[in-house]
């Protein structure tokens, strides 16, 4: 797998998400931005098991993706990142990004894995970005694809 080229499709399925009136957009990064301007999702770091299956043809990505929000008020901060959090609606980041899996017997991210599954929400806390203050949290989204690709 491309993993360049599978965090930007992540990222790009996530610009998907709709936000309350008066949030503004969701703006998102197929990588660790110096700079942000919130709300902001990015796909970070990752862990890639090699050779799931035989020949190279299958590997197995553990990948987290982060979403910041500013913190301008507290408890209305939290509530945006609460229906981002949200396991379906408008504003569900999982909703967004597994819509890009694909019909079935498809590809996901447009024939750049063979499927993915957001698994988890963690880390719900404060983040530090460029030394400003957000609250956050983690998606950890499993990718699987071609290990000879």
């Known amino acids: 797998m491309d993993m360049s080229a599978v965090r930007e499709a992540i990222a790009d399925a996530a610009r998907a ?15 660790t931005p110096d700079s942000i301007t919130p709300p902001h999702f990015f796909a970070g770091e990752y862990a890639v098991e090699f050779d799931k299956a035989m020949r190279r043809s299958l ?19 939290q509530r945006t990142l609460d229906r981002m959090l949200s396991g379906a609606g408008p504003a569900s980041l999982k909703a967004a990004i597994e819509a890009a899996r694909g019909a079935p017997g498809e590809f996901a991210l447009g024939g750049l894995a063979h499927d993915l599954h957001v698994m988890r929400v963690q880390g719900y806390r404060w983040y530090e970005h460029q030394g400003i203050q957000y609250v956050g949290a983690e998606l950890i989204i499993k990718i699987i694809g071609e290990g000879s690709a």
């Open 59 to 77: 590997d197995e990505v553990e990948l987290t993706c982060r979403v910041l929000v500013g913190r301008a008020d507290d408890r209305s901060a």
């Open 17 to 31: 998400v709709v936000l309350p009136d008066g949030v503004g957009k969701l703006t998102c990064s197929g990588y």
